[in-house]
């Protein structure tokens, strides 16, 4: 089913093919075409930098970013990312220094500045106010120049400003002593800086004038650019017009600007036209327009470094590089149809087509001419030589071609794979329509005996393997070798392979020669060596490769997955201008065609494509470097930016990092290898333009970065700083904590060794201790109880001894009463005997008192040393409680009432700082 499908898609596109031919033939025909030559050219639209389509000035930084005055902002290139700083007013310029980046426009004059990776924009102060826009800014020496179209201002490296005033002038230009402008529709002034001196000269040779390009040729001579007259030289005070090709086509598309881009070669942004590159001898080397790659004509900006030349216009941006080894021709309205194959001639080359053969010659100023083969009208197939005849197998036949004439050979048809043995060059064998054809060609003629071999099948490739032996490959997914007799009059050995099991695409299989093998690539991942009549599969470094050119120095140019490279047992990646030329190759008629020595030819299916070898070797040479552009560090948990960070003490938690790389090559577009140390082992691979790396432990890490394949690494150096639990200071209190530890446990273990001797120790006296503690509790329990009894004897003595004091009171108090009542009643004794008895009563009373105090004299001593603000009445209040007197019968021992007992005992209370539940008596007693 899959063969039958093949085979149905092969027949019924080549019948749409021939029904197309046939359409095309009775058609009309232009027989000559003039194609310019043009260098590789990457547009960038405002999708992909997102920003507005126009640009008005372009600048390189010394480094190698490119700065755009947009719209919008100001618009950074980096060779792989697109950044916009958007602006309050459009700018109108730009210039780009090592370390800032100036920029004018309304209201706008200042400069951006880098700060933490990013550009910050500064307004410079000195510079007046005013509506004006500023559309040009330059260096001249140690000075910068703003120009507006009606004042020139000076900003010193000092920071002053300087204002040249003008008039209504046009761009002005530095040469080496002096500050070049024009007056519009009036004199060329020249200005000295140093000397403030300004010299007038004359330019009369155009009405209504307006010079917009100035540079210093040499010493002696200045070239002008006039909007609409082309060139002209200064010299000694005259000006003179140039009349050459290039001043030609200038008066015809208009100057904008000019730059120089090498020592007599100029760019020059035109308004209509382009860009024009050309010499002072009048050379042009290119013209680059909307017909060859531009969106627009009208140009605004150039700028010029090692070969390439940016492009900023009205409508988008432009990137040509002018030293590449490519150029192109572009058949963008499809006038020579689809090219299928090419052959180099004496002084030119010719081209198969589905609409005939052309012949290409090369012109003056870099055009080819291609000139339709009237003859050969329809699809034409194969170009190839017998010796030194240029034959072309036709779907009409075969012919010889001549420079101005075609010869009809036969008329065998479709002859699309043509080879010639190379054991007898009087044989050709070509595949068409109906298998093999083979017929003779001796002493400069044709003949006309063709034998047919192989017929029904469809010949994809033929390769000769040896003599009489060929290798064939076909549309129904199979090889065949095979053999002939010495005359080709037999074919004796037809050898088939099946091809199913590898999985190749029959459509794009090609047999071809690599350092004296044979290839068999599939059009798929794998590819195979054709040795010993067997198919050997090749090294991973063969995967995917599906067309091979003819030798280029030991190399050759090859395609793989829609990329063209180089390839010496090893795949080697060129730069995007010619990498990219492989997405545009022709589908099943991969071609790419050996013109000279030097130059070979890539069929697109939009143009040709011509290589320069020895550019290409050149190229292969550069050692390129990469950059890293910005980095990031992030706390990627807390999804935070770290700010002004000092890379060698990076906070812990903004552990991981973004890198930007870039290689500076504007249209390259590089695979990056990187290895981070004390985290990879092994290099990295990325084809992104930057590097994300997460969770990085604490440490020291250095970052290496390289082109894949290049020898130049970029370093990059970092500390991540230890977690507060990681850092010096925490490990010096887990050494402590750790010793103390130690300590501790070591003090634990011989604190149980002694609690194990005093275990055993107490063990051994326990019994003798229990002995002891039974005899002594025995003592301690009599002499508690002699204790007991001493301490009861002596309350019972105090309470008795109160008593007796309370009984003497009673009679002291009876006598008092009787004495009064004496006293009262007039009852006549001696005042003598009165105080005899008072004398007695006191006498005794305090012999009663002093009685207590002496039989408990220890504990009136401790409470009155344990409380020394005890009065005397007091302590006795004390000895009443002590021995269990209630507040009623003391009362009458004071000679107050209750209640007052009641309040002296809260006092007491309040003295001896008694808490609540603990009672006077139980206080008393334990004194």
């Known amino acids: 089913m899959k063969q039958f499908n093949e085979r149905t898609l092969y027949f019924i596109s080549l019948l749409l093919l021939l029904i197309s031919i046939q359409t095309e033939t009775k058609g009309n025909y232009s027989d000559e075409f003039l194609f310019e030559i043009s260098p590789p050219i990457e547009l960038y639209e405002s999708q992909v930098y997102q920003a507005e389509k126009i640009n008005w000035d372009v600048s390189i930084a010394p480094k190698g970013f490119v700065y755009f005055a947009n719209e919008q902002g100001l618009l950074e290139f980096d060779g792989e990312r697109w950044t916009l700083y958007p602006t309050k007013y459009n700018l109108r310029c730009v210039y780009a220094t090592d370390n800032l980046i100036y920029v004018g426009g309304k209201k706008t004059a200042g400069y951006f500045k880098r700060i933490n990776g990013k550009l910050e924009y500064h307004s410079i102060k000195a510079f007046p106010k005013s509506e004006e826009e500023y559309w040009k800014i330059f260096k001249y020496k140690d000075q910068l120049v703003f120009q507006t179209f009606s004042d020139i201002y000076l900003l010193t490296s000092k920071g002053e400003v300087r204002m040249i005033d003008a008039a209504f002038t046009t761009y002005a230009y530095p040469t080496d002593h002096n500050i070049i402008f024009h007056l519009v529709e009036n004199d060329v002034i020249t200005y000295n800086p140093k000397t403030f001196v300004k010299t007038r000269i004359k330019f009369p040779h155009v009405k209504n004038s307006k010079i917009q390009f100035i540079d210093q040729i040499n010493a002696d001579e200045i070239l002008l650019g006039e909007v609409s007259h082309g060139l002209f030289v200064l010299k000694n005070g005259n000006i003179k017009p140039i009349k050459n090709k290039l001043s030609e086509q ?53 700028a010029y470094k090692n070969g390439y030349l940016w492009i900023a216009s009205g409508n988008g941006i432009a990137l040509c590089d002018l030293n590449s080894p490519v150029e192109l021709i572009k058949d963008t309205q499809n006038k020579l149809g689809k090219i299928i194959d090419l052959i180099s001639n004496d002084d030119g080359y010719y081209v198969a087509t589905n609409k005939g053969v052309f012949r290409a010659t090369r012109t003056q100023n870099n055009f080819h001419r291609f000139k339709l083969l009237l003859e050969t009208r329809g699809q034409a197939w194969k170009l190839f030589k017998v010796e030194d005849h240029i034959l072309c197998g036709h779907s009409h036949g075969l012919f010889k071609l001549h420079e101005n004439s075609v010869e009809k050979i036969n008329d065998i048809r479709g002859l699309s794979n043509v080879i010639i043995p190379p054991e007898s060059k009087n044989v050709i064998i070509a595949s068409n329509f109906n298998g093999l054809a083979f017929f003779n060609f001796k002493n400069e003629k044709w003949g006309n005996d063709v034998n047919h071999y192989l017929g029904g099948i469809i010949i994809k490739n033929i390769f ?76 991973e470094e063969w995967d ?58 890539i069929l697109l299916t939009n143009g040709i494509a011509f290589i320069n070898s020895e550019k290409l070797e050149s190229l292969q040479e550069n050692d390129l470097k990469v950059e890293i552009v910005n980095y990031q560090f992030f706390d990627e948990k807390n999804n935070k930016l770290a700010k002004s960070i000092d890379i060698n003490d990076i906070p812990a938690n903004y552990n991981s990092v973004q890198f930007d790389l870039t290689d500076f090559q504007w249209n390259n577009s590089p695979v990056f290898e990187y290895r981070l140390t004390n985290h990879h082992q092994q290099w990295q691979d990325t084809e992104e333009n930057s590097i994300t790396i997460q969770n990085l432990r604490s440490g020291e890490y250095d970052l290496m970065v390289r082109i894949k394949g290049s020898t130049n690494i970029k370093r990059f150096s970092f500390t991540i700083a230890p977690r507060w639990y990681q850092s010096k200071i925490a490990y010096g209190i887990y050494f402590l904590i750790i010793l103390l530890l130690g300590i501790s446990i070591y003090r634990f273990h011989l604190m149980l060794l002694r609690k194990q001797k005093l275990k055993m120790l107490l063990h051994e006296r326990s019994y003798l201790n229990q002995m002891r503690l039974m005899i002594e509790n025995q003592k301690l329990s009599e002499q508690k109880i002699q204790l007991n009894k001493q301490v009861h004897h002596n309350e019972n003595k105090l309470t008795q001894l109160l008593l007796d004091k309370e009984k003497q009171e009673e009679i002291i108090n009876k006598i008092d009463k009787e004495i009064n009542s004496i006293k009262r009643d007039k009852v006549i004794i001696k005042s003598s005997e009165l105080g005899k008895i008072n004398r007695i009563i006191e006498k005794k009373a305090l012999l009663s008192e002093n009685n207590i105090f002496v039989q408990y004299d220890r504990f009136f001593k401790a409470l009155s040393e344990k409380h020394p603000n005890l009065k005397e009445g007091d302590l006795k209040l004390c000895g009443y409680i002590l021995v269990n007197k209630s507040s009623k019968e003391i009362a009458p021992l004071f000679n107050i009432t209750e209640r007052s007992v009641e309040l002296k005992r809260y006092r007491l209370r309040k003295k001896l700082g008694l808490e609540k539940g603990v009672t006077l008596q139980d206080y008393l007693k334990s004194i």
């Open 544 to 601: 995917h490769i599906s067309y091979l050119s003819p030798e280029i120095n030991g190399k050759y140019l090859a395609v793989k997955n829609k990329s063209i490279g180089l390839f010496s047992d090893k795949w080697h990646p060129l730069e995007s201008s010619i990498s990219k030329l492989g997405e545009n190759l022709v589908y099943r008629f991969n071609k790419i065609s050996k013109i000279d020595e030097v130059i070979f030819g």
């Open 250 to 302: 200038l008066r015809k598309y208009r100057i904008n600007k000019g730059i120089k881009i090498g020592k007599e070669t100029y760019a020059f942004a035109t308004f209509d036209g382009g860009v024009i590159v050309g010499d002072l001898g009048g050379n042009i080397h290119y013209h680059i327009h909307t017909n060859n790659g531009l969106k627009n004509n009208r140009i605004h900006g150039l």
């Open 464 to 539: 000769a393997l040896s003599s009489h032996k060929f290798l064939i490959s076909t549309f129904e997914n199979t090889l065949y070798k095979i053999t002939f007799n010495k005359d080709y009059s037999e074919l004796i050995e037809n050898r088939k392979y099946q091809l199913d099991e590898w999985n190749a695409d029959i459509s794009r299989i090609q047999l071809t020669k690599y350092n004296d093998s044979l290839i068999v690539l599939t059009g798929k991942k794998d590819n195979y060596l054709f040795k010993n009549n067997q198919l050997n599969a090749l090294s």
